[in-house]
């Protein structure tokens, strides 16, 4: 589903993303874990097609993100690390302007973010205004976002940064359940993290490291098989 080979990103001399390879398979979620400044976030930013990479080849679904940007993209649901909120905005109403960004036919949008918010049980809080959110519910609502237009892909950056312990596990629950019919990537310092995913990675310096299933996750991977 998606396919990364020999991705390098340098800013000046210094090298953030150090020939970047892997795979990820359909269906399955994808766990990068690694300290602040290790190239996560440069790494998602390239995944989704938002910056020009130095070297290397991004394939979504085969297709080339920089050869064909606007097809690839449509595949691809984005949370970034640093959620842009327009706080004084309701929850609908910011869903309704994304969904609006992303090309959703205007009379689709209505059932469009109704779905994404039912998917991530925000649907009570659509007139809410953003600012007076939980942390938890501005996290739910970045992934809300990501699932407008129905991407095959979802990449999240930092889904649980600045969660408590409950509230971090709430969310990867979500996660987990979204899942199903997605395929997921999701870069974080959490190592529990782990646990939700089918294959994870850790990222140092720009370079990959550990390649490996959780014992949690192999359960998991095997009672979904049954």
Avoid: W
């Avoid at 991530?120 to 939980?134: E, N």
């Avoid at 959490?190 to 850790?202: E, G, M, P, R, Y």
């Amino acid at each position: 589903m998606i396919r990364i080979n020999n991705l390098t990103q340098k800013r000046k001399d210094i090298v953030v993303l150090d020939n970047i390879n892997f795979e990820v398979e359909k269906n399955t979620v994808y766990g990068i874990i690694g300290d602040k400044d290790s190239g996560k976030s440069t790494l998602m930013e390239a995944i989704a097609g938002c910056m020009q990479i130095t070297d290397g080849q991004i394939l979504i679904d085969g297709i080339d993100i920089y050869l064909n940007p606007m097809a690839a993209k449509r595949m691809v649901g984005y949370m970034p690390e640093k959620m842009p909120f327009y706080d004084r905005m309701t929850v609908e109403e910011y869903m309704s302007f994304i969904a609006e960004i992303k090309g959703v036919a205007y009379d689709d949008i209505p059932a469009a973010v109704s779905k994404a918010l039912a998917a991530t049980d925000l649907g009570a809080m659509r007139r809410t205004l953003i600012f007076r959110m939980s942390a938890k519910g501005k996290a739910r609502l970045g992934i809300a976002q990501a699932l407008l237009g129905n991407p095959l892909v979802l990449l999240l950056d930092g889904p649980t940064a600045g969660l408590s312990g409950d509230d971090a596990a709430d969310t990867f629950k979500l996660i987990k359940k979204i899942s199903h019919s997605k395929t997921v990537i999701i870069a974080s310092r959490d190592l529990n993290v782990a646990s939700i995913c089918h294959k994870t990675v850790t990222l140092s310096f720009g370079k990959l490291g550990f390649d490996g299933i959780s014992y949690e996750s192999e359960q998991s991977i095997e009672e979904e098989n049954k």
